[in-house]
């Protein structure tokens, strides 16, 4: 199974907005509704974002978006905070009954 | 609320059998809700998948490491475990214990252990 592909790095201002792509397949992403998206901080595990691709978990900020269109996944931020800075990784169920991730993407906040 | 935490050995020689274990509070393995999982960082890169196990001990793999992994649910003592033979220097790693829904659960590994530094080195 091939990771799901993922920029390597964006950026954007305080204030502003970004959004980070997550590409997939037919037999992944562009399949089913289960993409989720992570944020990990330095030394830190992983958090949960969103879930079923546009879903945010009680406490999560509503700065935070998900969408799908076809075999792409995003994650948008809005209103781009210092905290926010850290990699972000996409999630997928796949055809085969597996899980996979994307190489990742890390923030940075000018 | 529910928490997991890894634990075992920080520090095995190539050719050796990783054995960790997560303990679950604030929970059950026994919830039919759910599958109970395995994810790994290397340093510096992405996480992979290892894989997962239900209550009744079903479990499926990562088909890269699936001749080498076994994972294991003890709903009496309220953990699970991962076995992973024949180690390299390539499975060097922190290891994640994760939660995933089912069955009506959001379909979705949250929430996730703190994470245990697995080195191998001769």
């Known amino acids: 199974q091939s990771a799901l592909t993922q920029p390597a790095s964006v950026s954007g201002s305080p204030g502003q907005s970004i959004t980070i792509s997550c590409t997939g397949t037919t037999s992944d992403v562009g399949g089913y509704n289960y993409v989720s998206w992570y944020r990990q901080h330095p030394g830190k595990a992983p958090k949960l974002m969103i879930y079923?691709?546009?879903y945010r978990p009680s406490g999560v900020s509503s700065r935070f978006s998900g969408s799908k269109s076809g075999n792409t996944a995003s994650l948008t931020i809005s209103g781009l905070q210092a905290d926010d800075e850290a990699d972000y990784y996409c999630s997928s169920y796949t055809s085969s009954g597996t899980w996979v991730f994307g190489g990742g993407t890390k923030l940075t906040v000018l | 609320q529910l928490q997991l935490q890894e634990s075992g050995p920080g520090l095995l020689k190539p050719s050796e059998t990783l054995s960790l274990t997560c303990t679950v509070s604030?929970?059950?393995?026994?919830?039919?809700?759910?599958?109970w999982g395995w994810i790994r960082q290397p340093a510096g890169k992405g996480l992979e998948w290892i894989g997962s196990?239900?209550?009744?001990?079903?479990?499926y793999c990562n088909p890269s490491l699936k001749s080498r992994v076994t994972i294991s649910v003890d709903t009496s003592k309220n953990y699970f475990s991962l076995k992973l033979s024949s180690v390299t220097a390539a499975d060097t790693a922190v290891y994640y214990c994760?939660?995933?829904?089912?069955?009506?659960?959001?379909?979705?590994?949250?929430?996730w252990g703190q994470g245990i530094l697995v080195t191998v080195s001769s």
């Open positions: 604030g929970g059950s393995v026994s919830s039919t809700g759910y599958y």
């Open positions: 079923d691709v546009t």
């Open positions: 994760v939660r995933r829904g089912t069955n009506g659960e959001p379909k979705t590994y949250d929430p």
């Open positions: 196990v239900n209550y009744s001990g079903y479990t």
